[in-house]
């Protein structure tokens, strides 16, 4: 009998280790952004910081059509990276196929510029929480430090505020209910703005940063411990690693 309770107890262990080792399937969606946001200097640098974590298995697509082809089902988050700047609208089966991927429970992390994508259509900010306002824009590109505002949530317990280079939106607009994680003051509108929220779209976890103008940008240590602890609460409801940021980044 107790060899028999030492097996199941083994058994139940060396499955809960394999559950906690599963990969988390990410996919960068790309290929397209306003001239001033080199998209291809800076995907390398996501994914890097990405692969950082040796449990993700990020794969990389430059075309949007992707998302009409139930993407959920073999992805666990996607990380929006893309702006159809002056292009056509996806065919509405790629808009549809993306809110039902999210829907049915795929994760999103939308970066920096993501926020002006499909701005003919009225879902995306209900997805996102945030979209870009075209009568406002952001800081002078330059120095400032990210505050976490939300010490709680899985993504930001137990990190620290650090300073990045880059720009400081302010030209977000919209209604959905969002829970701020990160904030940073604009030396423009004099107030503290949004650097990153998440909110719930049917299954589906989103978070969503307007962080990433350059490749500077996603070197920045806190920058890419966020981009990882972000995708990983999208994908599971949880953030395992601890938290690579201190108070040494921010001299960084």
Sequence with gaps: MRTANYLIVLSTCFCLTAVAQEPIRVLIVTGCDYPGHHWRETTPEVRRALEENP????????????????????????????????????????????????????????????????????????????????????????????????TNHPITRGMSDFEVTDELYFCLKGIPEIQILLTAHSKVTGRDEAMGFVLQYGKGRVFHTPLGHDVRAFSTPGVRDLLRRA??????????????????DANQ
């Design 55 to 150: 449990r993700f298995q990020v794969y990389v697509c430059e075309d949007p059509e992707i998302m009409a082809t139930s993407i959920h089902e073999r992805y666990d988050v996607m990380v929006l990276h893309y702006c159809n700047w002056e292009r056509p609208m996806p065919r509405q089966a790629v808009l549809d196929g993306f809110a039902d991927s999210v829907r049915q429970g795929l994760g999103v992390v939308a970066l920096h510029f993501a926020c002006g994508a499909f701005s003919e259509w009225p879902e995306y900010v209900h997805i996102i929480g945030r979209v870009w306002d075209r009568d406002k824009t952001h800081d002078p590109l330059g120095a400032f430090t990210v505050h976490v505002a939300d």
């Design 231 to 248: 995708c990983e609460w999208a994908a599971t409801g949880e953030v395992t690693a601890a938290p690579a940021t201190s108070p040494s």
